[in-house]
Nanobody, 124 residues
């Protein structure tokens, strides 16, 4: 059974930084795509960053240069380092896992497990 648990959200001022963490089940950590999505109130869930099982990354255009996705092998976790945060980054951030394999899904519906989310609020 895949389990994902996010932490690290909070409230910051514009220009600030936060690091989100998602602890995963050991059975998927090394071989599944792990990704971060976000959903603002009234908005659709959108992919922010993804890290494939072989280490390839992809980012939404609006976070390139500001956010970094990486793994923390000591804790079976995937991190999202966020810098230069903007009010439009305010959302609930969810961790997601793709099916076992090296490639990250293209469609949101193909991610097989989701965390409950952690709230990020950025004030101007």
């Amino acid at each position: 059974q895949v389990q994902l648990e996010e932490s690290g959200g909070g409230s910051v001022q514009a220009g600030g930084s936060l690091t989100l963490s998602c602890v995963t089940s050991a059975n998927i950590y090394g071989s599944a795509c792990l990704a971060w999505f976000r959903q603002a109130p009234g908005g659709e869930r959108e992919e922010v960053a993804a890290l494939s099982g072989v280490g390839r990354t992809r980012y939404a255009e609006y976070v390139k240069g500001r956010f970094t996705i990486s793994k923390d092998g000591t804790k079976n976790s995937v991190l999202l380092q966020m810098h230069d945060l903007k009010p439009e980054d305010t959302a609930t951030y969810h961790c997601a896992a793709g099916p076992l394999g090296s490639v990250c899904p293209v469609q949101l519906r193909d991610f097989v497990a989701w965390g409950q989310g952690t709230q990020v609020t950025v004030s101007s």
